[in-house]
């Protein structure tokens, strides 16, 4: 099925640094989600985005929709060592349309 | 408050062998999710129910796979028989719906199921 294009796969990174990662698809969503999932767990919604171009921040998470709609960040800010895990990206079309994931991002955080 | 439930947490299997897995979703949610995730992979959606009724399935291998949501709660997923590439992390989800406008989908922890 159709996944979203996420990158980087995965990062290391120094405790405190901040961390980039990013989503792209070939069509328009509605709605970008932003969600991590840690071992052994399902996937916990961290943002939701539902106007192109809106920035949104939750503490030190902030993700935008991009203005095409094609498209959607995520940047965490001085990183601590429970920011580990895979995040992932996630789209939907409508209401009631299924969600459409990216493969990931696994973070890794050395302390 | 309880989130979704899903049991068993992880299941082995032979080949050829039948499996279950059964999800209860958060109380008062009217829709009910089965995704598939394979390794190194995202969620995947295999069928959504809305109460009772399944609305999407187009992605539910029919030929193996079976599910059903008795009374419009908990769900269960099947499948017979089942195959080596059928080993992955299987998670229902569940979200009050809302007609027109995205309702937060939240997860369970997932029955990872893995084929010998």
């Known amino acids: 099925g159709q996944q979203l294009n996420q990158s980087p796969q995965s990062m290391f990174i120094q405790e405190g640094e901040d961390v980039s990662m990013n989503c792209t698809s070939s069509?328009?969503?509605?709605?970008w989600l932003w969600y991590k999932q840690d071992p052994g767990e399902g996937p916990v919604l961290l943002i939701a985005?539902?106007?192109?171009?809106e920035l949104t921040s939750n503490g030190r998470l902030t993700a935008q929709f991009g203005i095409t709609r094609k498209d959607s960040f995520l940047n965490i800010s001085a990183s601590i060592p429970s920011d580990v895990g895979i995040y992932f990206c996630a789209g939907s079309k409508s209401g009631n349309t299924p969600l459409v994931f990216g493969k990931g991002t696994r973070l890794s955080v050395i302390a | 408050e309880a989130g979704v439930v899903q049991s068993p947490r992880y299941k082995i299997i032979e080949k050829k062998q039948p499996v279950a897995f059964w999800c209860n979703p958060i109380?008062?949610?009217?829709?009910l999710y089965w995704y598939l995730q394979n390794l190194g992979q995202g969620p995947e959606l295999l069928i959504r129910y809305e109460n009772e009724e399944a609305v999407d399935d187009s992605q539910l291998p029919k030929d193996r796979f079976s599910a059903e949501r008795l009374k419009g709660v908990d769900s269960t997923l099947k499948i017979q028989p089942a195959e080596l590439g059928d080993s992955a992390v299987y998670l229902c989800?569940?979200?009050?719906?809302?007609?027109?406008?995205?309702?937060?989908?939240?997860f369970g922890p997932g029955t990872r199921l893995t084929v010998l």
């Open positions: 109380s008062g949610h009217n829709t």
């Open positions: 069509s328009i969503f509605n709605t």
């Open positions: 985005l539902y106007k192109a171009g």
């Open positions: 989800a569940s979200s009050l719906e809302t007609a027109g406008v995205y309702n937060e989908q939240f």
